[in-house]
């Protein structure tokens, strides 16, 4: 139990071969794959399913969406605790604001991963999860 909630969860670990252009320059695109490994993490996933889509697809719209976690930028946090109540702040706008349109139903057009998991009962407003992280903050220091 995670959270409260039961986990299945497998790795898929994939192996990357160095390759070269035909000049001995490394290029941008990826390495060629080598091997790929499924190792069971914890409780019984169906590891015919086991795959890196959801992650990397999570990974690129936080890159997307945070721009201080891409490259050449000035968006950057000079102390690890602002970068970490950042992305506090990030996950929990994404969980409980921001609608997802594959969660939509009939009845709810506007459906939140955290409605989807019955951690919420409406979507909160930014004002709902400023006030919410002040609180924590107010517990915490």
């Known amino acids: 139990m995670i959270f409260g909630f039961a986990i299945d969860f497998a790795q ?18 990826p390495a060629q794959i080598i091997s790929v490994d499924k190792t069971l993490g914890c409780g019984s996933p169906n590891m015919d399913r086991v795959c890196t889509s959801h992650v990397e697809r999570g990974n690129l719209t936080m890159r997307m969406q945070v721009r201080r976690l891409t490259r ?43 409605m989807a998991q019955g951690m919420a ?21």
């Open 72 to 114: 050449l930028t000035n968006a950057h946090s000079k102390k690890w605790e602002n970068h970490e109540a950042m992305l506090g702040l990030y996950f929990a706008w994404y969980n409980y604001v921001r609608p997802h349109m594959t969660l939509a139903t009939k009845d709810d057009k506007k459906r939140t991963p955290a």
């Open 121 to 141: 009962d409406h979507a909160w407003t930014i004002e709902e999860l400023l006030t919410m992280a002040a609180g924590q903050e107010r517990n915490n220091g």
């Open 12 to 29: 898929l670990i994939k192996k990357y071969g160095g390759h070269t252009d035909t000049e001995g320059h490394k290029r941008y695109s």
